[in-house]
């Protein structure tokens, strides 16, 4: 059974930093591309960040240097680390892993909030 398990989400205070995890079990970590998605209240969830198999790496353009994707695949994890945060940047956010080329493949995380005040 596929598991993704997000740590690391909370309240800041805007220019504050987070570091969001998330644990992957019941897949071989490695294979898959990896992603970060956020969806704030009223919006569609969107995409943060991610990072194929291979180790390319995408951001949004909002991110703007400000967010760091990461991921190790012997601990089966990855993670963002969210810098000079923004009330903007307050969301669910997810993590989501997919294989290439399966679409059936696809899995995500049960979310966690961010919130950042003012």
């Known amino acids: 059974q596929v598991q993704l398990v997000e740590s690391g989400g909370g309240l800041v205070q805007v220019g504050g930093s987070l570091r969001l995890s998330c644990a992957a079990s019941?897949?071989?970590?490695?294979?898959?591309?990896v992603g970060w998605y956020r969806q704030a209240p009223g919006k569609q969830r969107e995409l943060v960040a991610a990072?194929?198999?291979?180790?390319?790496?995408n951001y949004k353009d909002y991110v703007n240097g400000r967010f760091t994707i990461s991921r190790d695949n012997d601990k089966n994890t990855m993670y963002l680390q969210m810098n000079s945060l923004k009330p903007e940047d307050t969301a669910v956010y997810y993590c989501n892993v997919d294989l290439p080329n399966s679409p059936s493949l696809d899995y995500w995380g049960q979310g966690i909030q961010v919130t950042v005040s003012s």
């Open positions: 019941g897949i071989t970590f490695s294979m898959y591309h």
């Open positions: 990072i194929t198999s291979g180790g390319s790496i």
